[in-house]
């Protein structure tokens, strides 16, 4: 059956459809050889189940890290409550640990497609053209959330000339948005390369003509690969159980029984001053006089405002509690701390029960100062203004003489070297 050639469509979509001449045949040398991509690995099934798995990584990546942003910087019809006291640990280190086990899926999909890069002719039309680009889109934000994620887990910052929280963040819009544009643009494809239905080249140059076809259900090796090479579904195998290695090395930061096994976890949950780490020391934050000043006082800005001394604060009623401090960095480890419910401040201070307050540090600069506290997290009765930790006076890198702890709440939230509480 001989097919008709389309027919031209007028109009704006008619130029952009135009097939663009050909550049000379000479220039298809080195990696632009039709024959030059011949690994049998590479198939619009093995492309698609890739895509598949880089997709619900980065879902479950985008979606665990926009709640984490919306906890700290929440609008007004967002709520998070203050139970269970392990939800916020165990969100964001499901984003950690989804956004490194996302690392071997995205080189295993960019491994496969890469040939790509090089078909031929480059552009077949203006519309073909831009699609191309805007790939550059995807990958681009793709690799750049991985990348400086990592950097910032590592707490290295010296290769980022750009605050990392709001560019993160943004970045990810741009990343999951090219995503689905990516997948409503490839839907056709993607349903057949799932479904396992279509012949799948053996040689891959490109996608025109003269290629080889075999059924994607035939497990001969194809011919030119060496009998015992690595199989399609052995390559996926192999792709899967590294991201899945990944992930539970890197799940330990958060899962105590996997502790012993982590290898990409960037913190030891239980290694730091009283057995818990420390992201921001008092002598970093330039509180290393005002801490420890006998003058020390708690103001509390309420309908009855009052001044309180550390030996009042321990004079007061004394709770303990055993809660986790999780970081946004994915890190958490359970702590018993004592202290007095801020309740009964609130309750001191005069204030509603749907009061809310900001707590503030000794720390006289930095973007986590402060922080709201709001029902029900000021109301909820593990929530305390903590003095002592796992029965020994806080440290002073922990937030001495008196820290917030409260239960889901990330630990840029806990405020430490607490002076004041103040209604809003």
Known sequence: MVRKPAQPVAG???LLNRPLPEPPEGLRKGPLREEAWRSPLRSERTAALLGMWVGIAFAVCFVTGLTSHLIQNPPGWFGWPSRPVNLYRFTQGLHVTSGFAAI??????????YPKLFEW????SVLHAIGRLSLLVLVGATIFQLVTGVLNLARWYTPMPFFFTTTHYWTAWIAIGAILVHVGSKLAIIRVGLSGSAAEPVTEPDEGAGQHEAPAADVKPPAGVPAGALSRRGFLTTVAATSGVVALTTAGQTVPFLSAITVFGQRDPDLGPQGLPVNKSAESAGVLETAVDPTYRLQLFGPRPQQLSLAVLLSLPQ??????????????????WSGVRMADLLDMMGLSEDAEVTVESLQESGLYRQAVLSPPHSRDPLTLLALRLNGEDLHIDHGYPARLIAPNRPGVLQTKWVSAVREL
């Open 121 to 124: 002719p480059p552009a077949r």
């Open 319 to 336: 709770q303990t509690v055993t809660l986790p401090i999780t970081c946004v960095e994915g890190w958490s480890a359970t702590a018993e």
């Open 104 to 113: 071997p899926l995205l080189l295993a999909k960019l491994w496969t497609v």
């Open 12 to 14: 704006p979509a008619g």
